[in-house]
């Protein structure tokens, strides 16, 4: 996408307040005039009133239209611009066959209206033309789905029969960042149907995905080049639509504060596992979906004072502590469980922490005499390890 800088349209809507200003004046003069040989009395008998009034009428003018003229001039084009650069192809679509339709309404319309006296029938026609059009091309660009079954097309939320399924939900877009397309659980969550709408993957994020892939450090190498795998993964998949956005703000060189941007722009809700990001994205107003927080909504719900088996299979941080792991990386420390590296022991759950990063579960060992202990059902979400 073509975006202006920001010196530019500055100096663009000077240019159209310089411009208003002097139109202003000038059609200020002329309604001063206007009124004036219209009144005839103290003010056209004295020429410096008069004057004075004239400059006054102008000068009201020039402000007014001053002040306007970015509003009809610059902010519409920019709208325009933005408009036809984020929409997709099937809306852009939609509204012109929306606008088309509508001023044939209004042609057929003002044929029968134009025979009305005194410029009624021109003024109504003109009135209703502005109506269907903002109707018809809202209503096309909304309905571009049916029209496009209507002209023998396939719509974007159609149902296909045939292959035995419902098509991807195509709701609210969702915004993807970098470290969801790293961590990889959206390939499963999408294809278990709990994605929204359509997932929008920026331009620069796949070019952060890009630098990370090409590190000289392993570790981020692989996490780069299984983002890249991931991204790959979701346009293949018949679960979910996944688009490509090209839309940047080069005046804004932080990536967070892009993607609070591109989300706001296209109304989209935005999925992160970035603590900074979504606190960021939160105060700005945009809806944050959090991978870490539906894997916690999800896992077995564990109390204090519940027995259960744990695999202890290395030494924890504190003296005397052991640590293991659900399958699903639940993180749990077992107080005085150092000595029992590599064993199978019953714990009882004393404290549990749950974040938004994940659950960290601290026990301590259970007496050999209690009774059996009840072994939890892993879940199939995957929480990050701490």
């Known amino acids: ?202 331009g620069f994020v796949l070019e952060e995905l890009q630098r990370v892939a090409d590190s000289a450090d392993p570790f981020r190498r692989q996490k780069g080049r299984r983002g890249l795998a991931v991204v790959d993964a979701l346009q293949k998949a018949e679960d979910v639509v996944c688009e490509l956005v090209d839309l940047d703000f080069p005046g804004t060189p932080d990536v967070d504060a892009r993607l609070v941007k591109l989300a706001r722009a296209r109304s989209a809700a935005l999925m992160t596992q970035d603590y900074n990001l979504n606190r960021l994205a939160q105060i700005e107003g945009v809806r944050v979906l959090n991978l870490n927080d539906l894997a916690n909504a999800v896992k077995p719900i564990v109390g204090a004072g519940e027995s259960m088996a744990i695999t202890i299979i290395k030494e924890g941080k504190e003296p005397h502590q052991g640590v293991g792991y659900f399958e699903d990386g639940t993180m749990v420390v077992v107080e005085n469980g150092r000595s029992h590296v590599d064993e199978t022991v019953t714990v009882t759950v004393t404290t549990v922490l749950q974040t938004t990063a994940g659950r960290m579960i601290f026990a301590t060992l259970a007496d050999e005499d209690s009774t059996k202990p009840r072994v939890l059902r892993p879940s199939r979400a995957k929480v990050a390890q701490r």
């Not at 004036?36 to 239209?65: C, D, I, K, M, Y």
Request: aromatic content about 4%.
């Open 1 to 202: 996408m073509h975006t202006h800088a920001d010196r530019t349209i500055r100096r663009a809507r000077n240019i159209s307040r310089i411009i208003g200003a002097g139109v202003g004046f000038v059609f200020g003069v002329l309604y001063g005039v206007f009124i004036l040989s219209g009144t005839p009395g103290v003010l056209t008998q004295n020429t410096t009133t008069a004057g004075a009034a004239l400059l006054a009428a102008g000068a009201a003018g020039a402000a007014s239209l001053a002040l306007a003229a970015p509003l009809l001039t610059v902010e519409p084009y920019l709208w325009l611009e933005r408009t036809l650069d984020e929409a997709p192809a099937g809306q852009m679509i939609g509204a012109l066959i929306g606008l088309i339709a509508a001023l044939l309404i209004a042609t057929m319309v003002a044929v029968l209206l134009n025979p009305l006296p005194y410029g009624l029938g021109v003024l109504l026609s003109l009135s209703l033309a502005t109506v269907l059009v903002y109707v018809g091309v809202r209503t096309g660009s909304r309905r571009k789905d049916a029209l496009g079954v209507l002209f023998g097309g396939r719509g974007a939320a159609a149902v296909d029969i045939d292959e035995g399924g419902p098509g991807p939900i195509d709701g609210q877009p969702v915004l993807v960042d970098t470290s969801v397309l790293i961590d990889g659980r959206i390939v499963d969550v999408a294809a278990a149907g709990f994605v929204p709408g359509r997932l929008l993957i920026p």
